[in-house]
């Protein structure tokens, strides 16, 4: 008796990383979750998504709120966004200029990211309000919306000690602050700040005044996933 060929199907889970934007149709378990993220970013054009290490967070962003975004989940916004994604590490505003470059390098079809990076180092530095500059310029006011992801923040508290052992792009964590607060609060061009963060560094937080009046108003702790 001749046997059928088994069907080989691609495995469905990403293993340790999260999900990506692009894997958003394997992502399930947070049905209802996401809404909750998008009424905040619609109301307070930012949100906190808090958890502990390895609940998701990242995922639920990318495969949860963003698909959400693009749907014209907040009416007042549009379908037309744009993503930028940056993680603080030891350098959070270089770190910041480095996604600015290469959202530029994208639209100019270049690879040349090196000069750019040190142009957005300066605009970023230059000023409390230098982030709108910065987005006008890597975006050209294409009339978008943009989604600023900064991922695991509390690098931004992880990586103290290493910070001031640095000689070059030693960034102040309260002047990168003062740029996400800053650009929450403006009115002049359409932005969103999500932010994720492990749970048990939300306690950091509070040594800033602006930012922990953003977080309590708008933070989602990421629920344990039952076993269905």
């Known amino acids: 008796m001749q046997q059928d060929t088994p069907i080989k199907l691609p495995n469905p ?5 999260p999900f990506t934007l692009d894997e958003s149709h394997l992502f399930f378990g947070r049905e209802g979750q996401s809404e909750t993220i998008v009424n905040y970013l ?7 998504v ?5 609940s998701g967070k990242s995922s639920l962003i990318y495969c949860g709120v963003i698909p959400l975004l693009y749907g014209g989940f907040i009416a007042k916004a549009g379908t037309n966004w744009k993503v930028m994604a940056a993680r603080p590490g030891s350098s959070p505003i270089w770190n910041l200029a480095l996604a600015f470059s290469e959202a530029e390098a994208n639209n100019q079809n270049t690879e040349n990211t090196t000069e750019l990076q040190e142009f957005y180092y300066s605009l970023l530095n230059r000023h409390s309000l230098g982030i709108i500059d910065a987005i006008k310029q ?21 990586y103290k000690d290493s910070r001031e052992n640095q000689t070059e792009h030693r960034d102040d964590p309260n002047a990168f602050i003062k740029l ?4 929450v609060q403006q009115e002049e061009i359409p932005v969103y700040v999500v932010l994720t963060m492990r749970s048990d560094f939300v306690g950091d937080c509070s040594d800033y005044q602006e930012l922990t009046a953003l977080i309590n108003q708008s933070n989602y702790l990421v629920p344990q996933m039952t076993r269905e």
């Open 138 to 158: 890597a975006y050209q006011e294409d009339g978008s919306n943009l989604l600023l992801v900064i991922d695991q923040f509390e690098e931004l508290f992880r």
């Open 50 to 54: 808090t958890g502990a290490s390895g």
């Open 13 to 17: 889970f990403p293993g340790l990383r």
């Open 180 to 183: 996400l607060v800053n650009i």
């Open 42 to 48: 619609s109301k307070y054009n930012f949100a906190a």
